[in-house]
């Protein structure tokens, strides 16, 4: 994934918040789970590419997306 215009933030389940920042691309291998999406206080235009099937879980809950 890449941010392309505005902030998003990213996170492995576990690991802490990946902020992304225009043209910083950031690499999740297949098969973990995470999540990503516009920053908190700041849209996203991003930049996606994935093969294979992609599996939605769960929603992020707000503390999550928060860092919290």
Avoid: C, K
Wanted: no cysteine; net charge negative; proline share 7%.
């Amino acid at each position: 994934i890449m941010a392309e215009e505005g902030r998003g933030r990213t996170q492995v389940r576990g690991a802490p918040i990946v902020e992304l920042q225009p043209g910083t691309p950031v690499y999740t291998a297949a098969y973990i789970v995470h999540w990503h999406g516009a920053a908190p206080d700041q849209p996203l235009i991003q930049l996606t590419f994935s093969s294979g099937e992609t599996n939605w879980l769960e929603s992020v809950s707000d503390a999550d997306y928060l860092g919290r």
